[in-house]
């Protein structure tokens, strides 16, 4: 089993791709096969997020390229501006992972979540679609003020 621990220019030339949902592109450790079958470990930097079209090296210095997989999504959309905007407002404020796009919101479906926009007078419609959302206003993983604070100065310096 090859092993991955490190990233590679993103313009690097792919040999094969390791295709993942939102969930499993969260852990910096995690067994998983390859497009091609073959099976890899990732070892990476804790707090990593893959995001769609990143590059990683193996060891044996193979470039594989990061696809994020379709999957059950619910995107949000609305005629007025200021109602996409309240919802945004209302997913964040619960710190739910949400992508934004133009004239919409996607989020993982959850029907507690989805109720709640149809209230605020958004449309709800759920697909399969890839699920890229925000990184955070620091791009890295998601943190609480009860963190370690100084280990959280550390990693923004």
């Known amino acids: 089993m090859r092993t991955i621990s490190t990233r590679a220019p993103t313009d690097s030339e792919p040999q094969d791709r390791l295709i993942l949902p ?16 073959a099976e890899i470990a990732l070892l990476l930097e804790r707090g990593t997020i893959l995001h769609d079209g990143d590059r990683l090296c193996a060891e044996d210095g193979t470039i594989i390229q990061v696809v994020a997989a379709d999957e059950a999504v619910a995107t949000v959309t609305a005629s007025d501006p200021l109602q996409l905007l309240k919802a945004a407002y209302h997913l964040g404020n619960r710190h739910i992972p949400v992508q934004v796009g133009p004239g919409w919101l996607r989020l993982e479906q959850d029907h507690v979540l989805e109720h709640m926009l149809e209230h605020l007078g958004v449309r709800v419609r759920h697909e399969s679609a890839p699920f890229e959302p925000e990184s955070g206003a620091y791009g890295g993983g998601h943190h609480h003020h009860h963190d370690d604070h100084d280990r959280h100065h550390h990693e923004q310096s």
């Open 22 to 37: 939102f969930e499993l592109r969260r852990r910096s450790r995690l067994r998983a096969r390859l497009e091609s079958g």
